[in-house]
């Protein structure tokens, strides 16, 4: 079974993307296990954003605080990999804690999401356009 995302949040992250080709952008996923309704930019905090992505901490506290007071409820991250393929890299899979949590990886080009289901491991889940 798929995650739905509408085209034009689809296509705000593409181009987000292909807008940063030096380095991984990144940010959170809310919504629930049928549809990503919202997407929010963070702050590649990692020590080589050429390469690697890190989710400023204080985005991370303010979406967990803002979802027990009722907000919206984070269900995973997306980042980029500008000259890659939007597959999880062997240092995706190192951070994978087997959480369910929803991995979105772009390209200039493509989106993939994957679900941690194991740590280490991920599943591809389809991802439907409306």
Do not use: K
Request: glycine share 8%; hydrophobic share 45%; proline share 8%.
């Amino acid at each position: 079974m798929g995650i739905a995302i509408s085209s034009t949040l689809l296509r705000r992250l593409l181009n987000a993307a292909c807008a940063s080709p030096d380095a991984e952008i990144c940010g959170l996923l809310f919504g629930s296990s049928e549809r990503i309704e919202a997407a929010e930019a963070a702050i590649n905090v990692a020590p080589d954003p050429a390469r690697l992505f890190e989710i400023d901490p204080a985005a991370l506290f303010a979406a967990h605080r803002a979802a027990r007071a009722g907000g919206a409820r984070m269900i995973g991250h997306y980042h980029s990999h500008p000259s890659g393929t939007p597959v999880p890299s062997a240092r995706d899979a190192e951070a994978a804690m087997g959480d369910g949590a929803y991995w979105l990886i772009l390209t200039p080009n493509e989106a993939r999401l994957w679900r941690s289901v194991a740590i280490g491991a991920f599943e591809p889940v389809p991802l439907d356009h409306y």
